[in-house]
């Protein structure tokens, strides 16, 4: 087990911040960075036919799907973007050159012109856009063939089996993998698991975590106080009376006791790989497991997961707070109509930190590959605004 972990701030708590923050530091930027614009736009479409065209098109275009199109683009962001390129804040060899290259007149010309042009119209949906669906419902179709076990809403009631319902979708990510690569041993588990390609894993695990879960009826056989008292060490990650806030760490209150014995059994003699777990249960014998698994399995489930598993359409309500014409922050960017394989690509770069950016890190942490193929789809499919 690893050292206790600081208890996360209450998720709703921290989304209402992150939202006043994000318009505090906008509002912020904007009054510290936004330069004065005195641009000569015909210079400014004479270095971008130079210097940008290859790339962004002479009409704004991005030409490749990663690249973003700048035509009708806010003239503060490009300016404040290509600043950041220059800086090194963002990252980008090529642009870091042509960009030091460029006088601040230069780069208010080359902005100046980019945002005076009409925006893009976006491209007619792709297959790859249109079979983009709500991570939520896909991940409810996918949990259909779960559900004989697993209970229809991941609330299982079939002793042996775990429940799923409410569990963080990043452990249940983990544990699916473990039964595909084998550092979890169940024939059944993996011959379902590996017929499934990762969208769908990924959609199952946010379906989950999405789902209240409940109290069950159980068939408890140890003893509660001794588990109580042996579970003393378990705390440490899997929480007060197994509620974890460890996005990586199951939650264990209210589980059925014969799969918690089955698994820390499976921990201790090694068919589950876990180096921490084994050695914690190597000396605990099985009357002892017994009554762990009792204690555990006497506590009521709590909630507290589920602003990891909003569907794309409530993902996308945050995001407009900021990125809607309403907004009106010269520093925010359209995204509407932009490219979707673009705006997939820099929405990974702020959850993996590759774009330095406090406010977006922090608000796309949370979020799943399915989350980010949702999101991008529906930006790419909107008309400027």
Request: net charge positive.
């Amino acid at each position: 087990m690893t050292a206790p972990k600081m208890i996360k701030t209450a998720s709703v708590l921290l989304f209402a911040l992150l939202l006043v923050a994000c318009s505090k530091e906008q509002q912020a930027t904007h009054a510290t960075q936004t330069p004065a614009i005195n641009a000569d736009i015909t210079q400014g479409r004479n270095l971008a036919q130079a210097k940008c065209s290859n790339c962004h098109g002479l009409d704004g275009r991005g030409r490749e799907p990663r690249i973003p199109h700048l035509a009708g683009q806010k003239l503060g962001y490009l300016k404040l973007a290509m600043r950041e390129y220059r800086t090194g804040d963002r990252s980008h060899i090529a642009l870091k050159q042509l960009f030091s290259e460029l006088s601040e007149t230069e780069l208010d010309s080359v902005a100046a012109y980019y945002a005076s042009l009409p925006p893009i119209a976006p491209a007619k949906i792709n297959s790859k856009t249109a079979a983009a669906t709500d991570a939520l419902q896909a991940g409810r179709a996918a949990a259909a063939a779960c559900g004989v076990c697993h209970g229809e809403d991941g609330n299982s009631k079939l002793a042996g089996t775990p429940s799923l319902a409410g569990q963080h979708r990043d452990y249940l990510l983990a544990a699916m993998q473990a039964y595909i690569d084998g550092t979890r041993k169940h024939t059944v588990m993996y011959t379902q698991l590996t017929a499934l390609d990762t969208a769908t894993l990924q959609n199952l695990a946010q379906y989950y975590a999405a789902q209240p879960a409940k109290a069950v009826q159980r068939v408890i056989t140890g003893d509660v106080k001794a588990g109580e008292r042996l579970s003393a060490a378990c705390g440490g990650c899997h929480g007060l009376q197994g509620q974890t806030v460890d996005a990586h760490t199951p939650a264990l209150a209210g589980q059925d006791p014969e799969y918690l014995i089955a698994s820390m059994q499976a921990y201790r003699d090694g068919s589950r790989i876990h180096a921490e777990m084994k050695e914690l249960l190597q000396a605990m014998n099985t009357t002892e497991l017994g009554h762990i698994a009792a204690y555990y399995a006497a506590q009521t489930p709590r909630q507290g997961h589920a602003i990891a598993s909003l569907s794309a359409s409530e993902w996308v309500k945050r995001c407009d707070r900021c990125h809607t014409p309403a907004a009106d922050n010269p520093l925010v960017p359209r995204i509407a109509g932009q490219q979707h394989d673009y705006l997939a690509h820099v929405l990974r770069d702020y959850r993996e930190s590759k774009r330095k950016q406090s406010v977006m890190h922090a608000m796309v942490a949370p979020l799943s590959d399915a989350d980010i193929e949702g999101i991008a789809a529906y930006y790419s499919s909107l008309g400027p605004r």
